[in-house]
């Protein structure tokens, strides 16, 4: 099998906790989600969540397909795609996760987390008519933060299948795939279904809306994810996230037990349902569920990062670098506590560490935001250093 991967910002395409772009084994049938859906809690979004939309090609991008994809002859019809996403000056993506795109939006912005690429190059070969599978990849936990909320990181790609009898690139399946074929080879890949890949795309934006406090408008995701496939646990999770900033515990824990109907060790889904538990004054239910989550995740995201900050808060900077150092043991690819690290450093007087961990923060950061910010800090510690 052949990778294909691109020079672009790092692989690691939010308290209450969600997960994003989750892959899932196969699973028993699910239990119908419309008895998870309150539509009465909720004002009418005025976002279009319709299916449909999420793999649909634009106009411009129709028109750039026939013009550039389409290749006659005895050559691989999946070069002219590859060529296209890998050369600059062609659909060359950069690495953003601010925002989940659909196929058009991506191939306009021409940037993107995993997903969105997935989603544009699986809406370009299908009009091509190949072949695809798209795949997710079991990686080690990886998480964000954002808008008060933990997001859980999981990662797809999509493999092209060799078709034809004399293909340029040889008889191999080629996978599209930010990341590098190394971090890909010891990991394992699920088939996903295209119906689950849309319910993925849109669990994200419900996250990227709840984060930016836009309730009704990730209740409309949300609701569209679970009804797309209920069989997705994450967005049940979601779901009752959402529910739960309205302050709808009942509808929450509805919503929880679902996604624990089809993972029992959802440790979102576990740590949610404890403060739903504790909020309705059900402590020993609470307890027992706090018990269940500690054996699968003795320690919650940024656990260490946030002993660390208020180490460092205290004056305990040695600490807080070694605090710093353990959750990293746990995320080395999270530019947050690199950034952090870098402050301990600094105040420890190690400039070459804190420039290293200020490098790490702008390389693995998701967003083009973020990795501005962190480059600015590092161009002032360079001045520092050279004064």
């Not at 099998?1 to 994003?20: F, I, N, Q």
């Not at 509808?251 to 993972?263: D, G, K, P, V």
């Not at 702008?362 to 480059?375: F, G, I, W």
Request: charge should be neutral.
């Amino acid at each position: 099998m052949k990778t294909l991967l691109w020079p672009l910002r790092r692989h690691l395409s939010a308290g209450l906790v969600l997960a994003l772009l989750g892959g899932c084994a196969q699973l028993p049938p699910a239990p119908s989600a419309t008895p998870l859906l309150h539509d009465e809690l909720f004002a009418a979004s005025s976002e279009d969540v319709a299916p449909e939309r999420v793999l649909a090609l634009t106009d411009q991008m129709r028109d750039y397909a026939d013009r550039e994809l389409r290749i006659t002859g005895h050559r691989d019809p999946r070069r002219a795609l590859i060529e296209a996403l890998h050369e600059r000056g062609h659909l060359h993506l950069a690495y953003d996760a601010t925002r989940t795109g659909n196929a058009g939006e991506t191939y306009a912005a021409r940037s993107g987390n995993c997903l969105s690429l997935v989603l544009m190059t699986g809406a370009f070969a299908r009009h091509l008519g190949l072949a695809v599978t798209y795949r997710g990849i079991s990686l080690e936990p990886q998480y964000t933060r954002a808008g008060g909320l933990t997001l859980e990181n999981g990662h797809v790609n999509l493999l092209m299948a060799h078709r034809g009898e004399r293909p340029l690139w040889g008889a191999q399946d080629l996978v599209i795939d930010f990341l590098s074929s190394d971090a890909l080879r010891s990991q394992r890949a699920e088939p996903l279904e295209e119906h689950t890949v849309i319910a993925m795309y849109m669990n994200n934006r419900a996250a990227e809306t709840l984060a930016e406090g836009r309730l009704d408008d990730a209740y409309a995701w949300a609701r569209a994810a679970v009804l797309q496939d209920p069989a997705y646990g994450a967005a049940a999770n979601t779901l009752a996230v959402v529910y739960m900033r309205r302050g709808a515990l009942p509808q929450a824990e509805t919503a929880l037990r679902h996604a624990l109907a089809l993972h029992a060790s959802n440790t979102a889904a576990l740590s949610n349902l404890v403060s739903v538990l504790r909020a309705h004054g059900r402590a020993p239910e609470a307890d027992a569920v706090a018990a269940q989550l500690a054996r699968l995740q003795p320690y919650p995201p940024f656990h260490f990062l946030e002993l660390g900050r208020d180490a460092l808060a205290a004056g305990n900077v040695t600490q807080a670098r070694e605090l710093f150092a353990r959750e990293l043991r746990r995320q080395p690819y999270q530019h947050e506590v690199h950034f952090w690290a870098a402050q301990a450093a600094w105040r420890l007087g190690d400039t070459d560490a804190a420039a290293e961990h200020l490098r790490q923060a702008m390389d693995y950061s998701t967003t083009l935001a973020n990795q501005k910010l962190y480059s600015g800090k590092l161009d002032h510690l360079r001045a520092l250093r050279l004064q």
